[in-house]
């Protein structure tokens, strides 16, 4: 049996999506095993690279602020999300979040991928269809 762990939500990481993320529950933090779970603030303006979770799911809360996210094999759909949003992302889905409003944009994120970055797959062959 492990042990429970608490985590404050202090130390940030650069993700390879464009962002900077809060250290949260990952197996780099506290060892976990299938799940990760972080804080992610995107600024005004904040736009993270195109890219996918290779085999892993995403799910989102989002806590303050608006974005936009544009998903699909050509990122050629694009979902407004607001404060109270729940958003699921199925593996493999490309995506590229944005931040279009004037306020920050405060999200958990959670993901079947237990590490912090390693199923991440930028696809910079998409970057120019998204405005």
């Given at each position: 049996?492990?042990?429970?762990?608490?985590?404050?939500?202090?130390?940030?990481?650069?993700?390879?999506?464009?962002?900077?993320?809060?250290?949260?529950?990952?197996?780099?933090?506290?060892?976990?095993?299938?799940?990760?779970?972080?804080?992610?603030?995107?600024?005004?303006?904040?736009?993270?690279?195109?890219?996918?979770?290779?085999?892993?799911?995403?799910?989102?809360?989002?806590?303050?602020?608006?974005?936009?996210?544009?998903?699909?094999?050509?990122?050629?759909?694009?979902?407004?999300?607001?404060?109270?949003?729940?958003?699921?992302?199925?593996?493999?889905?490309?995506?590229?979040?944005?931040?279009?409003?004037?306020?920050?944009?405060?999200?958990i994120i959670a993901?079947?991928?237990?590490?912090?970055?390693?199923?991440?797959?930028?696809?910079?062959?998409?970057?120019?269809?998204?405005?």
């Open positions: 049996m492990g042990d429970c762990v608490k985590l404050r939500p202090e130390g940030t990481y650069a993700g390879k999506q464009g962002f900077s993320y809060f250290e949260g529950i990952a197996k780099e933090t506290v060892g976990s095993q299938g799940v990760c779970m972080h804080l992610l603030t995107v600024p005004p303006g904040g736009r993270a690279k195109a890219h996918k979770h290779a085999t892993h799911e995403t799910a989102i809360y989002v806590i303050s602020g608006a974005a936009k996210m544009y998903w699909g094999d050509r990122l050629e759909h694009c979902m407004d999300t607001v404060a109270g949003d729940m958003i699921y992302i199925p593996a493999d889905v490309p995506h590229l979040p944005f931040n279009d409003g004037d306020e920050p944009a405060v999200a993901r079947t991928d237990p590490h912090e970055q390693e199923s991440v797959v930028l696809l910079p062959e998409l970057e120019a269809l998204v405005p």
